[in-house]
């Protein structure tokens, strides 16, 4: 009996470490399975991504083409909303000056911006500045009369265009004519 017990022991034992030893073969082959089907997955990932790869870099190509587009764009209507036209203003200027008066020079500038750059000469760097829109108008103009002046004057202040209109100055040339130089101050900026 006590032999029988020792080979049912043995008997154990053995099963025991046979069963430890299938069990672990058994997990090693399901790894080496698993492990096999992750390898071809990831195969199959790969040859697809190297398919894709080309028409995603076209992708990303068109996505910065179309954003440098888009900024172009803006840029445009930036430019074109912040124009002014002065036509309006130039041709009422004009058809309100008196016979014996014609123009010489016509100037658009901010007072604001230009002493700013008569006090700003010593620095000479450019930088890029966004101008503000122009608030006077400088008219040059001759004259056969006084008179004439006055009245280019006294039209400019009835367009509704100007503040403020003044005659900076006049003064009789040699051919007999008067130069002069009006400043208009612009009533509003956005045209």
């Known amino acids: ?93 004009a058809s309100n000056l008196p016979v014996d008066t014609w123009l010489i020079r016509i100037t658009l500038y901010n007072t604001a911006v230009e002493e700013s750059q008569k006090n700003t000469q010593q620095n000479k760097q450019k930088e890029e500045i966004k101008l503000p829109p122009p608030d006077t108008l400088l008219i040059e103009g001759a004259s056969l009369s006084v008179p004439s002046i006055g009245v280019t004057i006294k039209n400019l202040t009835s367009l509704g265009y100007f503040r403020r209109v003044r005659l900076e100055e006049f003064r009789r040339v040699e051919d007999g004519s008067l130069t002069f130089c009006i400043r208009a101050e612009l009533e509003r900026t956005n045209r």
């Not at 997955?41 to 190297?50: F, K, M, S």
């Not at 179309?66 to 036509?87: I, P, S």
């Open 1 to 93: 009996m006590v032999e029988e017990r020792v080979l049912d022991k043995r008997y154990l034992l053995r099963l025991a470490g046979i069963g430890a030893a299938s069990s672990l073969v058994a997990l090693y082959l399901a790894f080496l399975g698993s492990y096999y089907l992750t390898a071809n997955r990831i195969a199959h990932c790969e040859r697809q991504l190297r398919a894709v790869q080309p028409r995603a870099q076209k992708v990303q190509e068109l996505i910065r083409e179309r954003h440098r587009t888009q900024e172009t764009v803006e840029a445009l209507q930036n430019v074109l909303g912040a124009r002014q036209t002065w036509t309006g203003l130039l041709e009422d200027v």
